[in-house]
């Protein structure tokens, strides 16, 4: 039998979906499964991107622009420019989903063995995404006690080699939920201005802040014209992740060149996507008002019911529908999988993501995991008493070793 | 500013696409424009997929599983098992069109500086898949002389090297049309299994036979089970290339759990696509059978009216909607540039890819150039007008060079 390649193997499995087949038997067995585990939305998507869907009048459904139609690429500039960008459509790069948007740009920047420096814990798939190109993450460790603000600047420049080529952020953060300041991006600034690297920017989660804090990007700030590349998704800002449409944007014109002619490879990214995408510009403020409402009111639940419980530390995320929280366990890997396989309460468990995936530190997030706040409230109360009551019944529970451990760190 | 990559440097251009701009210009200057130079078929979608798409009924456009949705991947078994496959619905895996499913596929299966055997001309973007990868394209020439039949298998003998993971082929072929012959496939077949290579097989074009010749894939072997990946695409089949839906399917579960690693990374495949491609697979018959005749009757209409002109050769292609056409020319990129930027004919031109693009020899395919006949009969015969007042005036004209040539050929 032929040998598949050794980053096949290598490749990590997506830590978000791979106790799937445990929440699936749980079902099976009965138990009502929480899913805090993955960034699914429950809110619906806007009714005029259902109607865009439903009022196609092709009657061949064909290949659009590589880059994506002339009429989604002037229409999302539109939101650009309404959010503070200076962008103009021949910066836009339609793509498959931000995932392919961050597999393009990786591909349009970096060769094999170059470097790209992560603040961690990070979204799991840059893994994936970088393994695919033989791209090396540099993780920069930020920390809980801090909220995963971001890392001493110095820390950076320890990391810096002559094969440093980009430094990756996501703000607000999946998986941490921390907001980056003004503050913290010109100090950013300043570092890839004089190391000349890329900064490149996953906004996946640019509507989602809270408490009246305001979303600042690399791309509001002057002077990053040629280092600055915007990864960005329809499938948060609209719950239509089903959509599979993400974008490049950039104003450093080779590096769009660059991608476009990987673009190009793929031929087109979708087509009803764009066309609901387009319609979904005009999306009203009161359906984003209704949202973030929500999901405050989620976040304010899910950290306040967390921070009751022994042992249980959540920072306050001021973005995104994620938390990293540490719990009082040996091993989060185990503790997510018994959770599901082991463990109910009233018929009922929760499904997580072992924050370990979100790590490249070996041994980074053994006692943290990553909640996705995408389920009701009434929900959210009934998977947080269940976990009250699994981490009091989990055999691993490690309370007096945790609490050492933020005593020091505090 | 900060340098992109080599690779995004050495990357070619889109050969089918990268004319546009002239295309674009000549269109503006008022000409009409017959396209031949991209496989985008005019036949309509059939009405059973438009119909899924208007009829969709979810609030909440979410991800479908990674694989693709359990229904998808049980409907399209039924269509595998009716065109001769064992294929269960485990086997499959869908993806954002035959490109990502190739790109996967050269992931999953290769690494790093190993290397593919791809019969030659072949599909321009295997080159960009494959620089993806850093996977090394070694390409064996296939002839205008016997029709692009497969090369002496001996040739592929003398290709093999301690790094060589897999042969790459098309069939119907993209873009010379051939079809393989059953006792074709069994000589790859030994091939394969004597140097233990994988058998990557596009199948994008399997339902476009002519003349009652029947399709043959390498999943119709027996004893390539370990061996056989079969790329598909629902985008010729059904006129649904703006649906970005293909898949993987293989029987080897190993090359599978690392492609669904890649898979599970980028998340899901679009999820209206695979609503609409499950309805697909009820299209009836009739319809086949009337863009069969179809396209034979525009096949017909292409060859004959070639290769009556004066140093002009095509061979008469047994599959898909392309061909490979040798022309009394200089240079095939500066003539399809030539005969969309100064020749009109009564307001007309045509635009053609310069076969070029799908040959990574160098010199290779310098006189030819790929036609794909997806534009209707009255358009095609105008195309074909155009193009043969075109070569007599084309400064570049070459037809004694080509008269030795062919006569050398034969």
Not at 13 to 34: F, H, M, Q, W
Not at 240 to 253: D, I, P, W
Not at 271 to 283: E, H, K, P, Y
């Amino acid at each position: 039998m032929p040998k598949i390649s050794s980053k096949g193997l290598q490749m990590p499995a997506s830590p978000i979906r791979k106790l799937t087949p445990y929440a699936e038997k749980a079902k099976r067995d009965g138990k009502i499964v929480y899913h805090l585990n993955i960034g699914q939305p429950d809110i619906e998507t806007p009714a005029g991107m259902i109607d865009a869907i439903k009022n196609i009048d092709f009657k061949v459904w064909a290949y659009t622009q590589s880059e994506g139609t002339p009429e989604y690429r002037k229409k999302l500039t539109e939101y650009y420019v309404k959010n503070g960008y200076s962008i103009t459509p021949e910066d836009i790069l339609v793509t498959d989903g931000g995932s392919e948007a961050l597999t393009i740009a990786i591909s349009a920047c970096m060769d094999h063995g170059e470097e790209v420096i992560v603040p961690e814990p990070f979204y799991a798939n840059y893994n994936a995404f970088t393994c695919l190109a033989d791209v090396v993450v540099k993780p920069i460790r930020s920390t809980i006690e801090t909220g995963f603000a971001l890392p001493p600047i110095s820390e950076f420049e320890r990391m810096i080699t002559p094969k440093t080529k980009a430094i990756l952020i996501c703000s607000p953060n999946n998986p941490t939920g921390y907001l980056y300041s003004r503050e913290e991006l010109e100090e950013l600034k300043r570092l890839v201005l004089k190391y000349d690297l890329f900064l490149i920017s996953d906004e996946a989660y640019r509507e989602f802040c809270y408490d009246g804090k305001k979303f600042i990007s690399p791309g509001h700030l002057e002077g990053l014209e040629d280092h600055f590349i915007m990864i960005d998704t329809v499938s948060k800002r609209y719950s239509a992740c089903g959509a599979r449409l993400g974008a490049l944007v950039t104003r450093n014109k080779e590096v769009f060149a660059s991608a476009l002619k990987y673009a190009q490879a793929r031929l087109a990214p979708p087509a009803v996507a764009q066309i609901a995408a387009t319609a979904a510009v005009d999306t009203p403020q009161s359906y984003f008002d209704e949202v973030i409402k929500e999901y405050t009111e989620r976040r304010n639940l899910l950290v306040s019911s967390l921070n009751k419980m022994e042992g249980v530390y959540c920072p306050n995320p001021g973005g995104a529908f994620y938390a990293v929280v540490r719990l009082p366990i040996d091993d989060s890997d185990r503790f997510c999988e018994w959770i599901l396989d082991k463990f109910s309460y009233e018929n009922q468990t929760v499904m997580m993501a072992p924050a370990t995936g979100f790590y490249s530190t070996a041994g980074g997030g053994r006692n943290e995991v990553r909640m996705a706040y995408v389920i009701n409230q009434e929900h959210l109360k009934k998977a947080m008493i269940c976990l009250e009551k699994a981490l009091l019944e989990y055999p691993g529970r490690m309370l007096d070793n945790l609490k050492t451990n933020t005593i020091l760190a505090s």
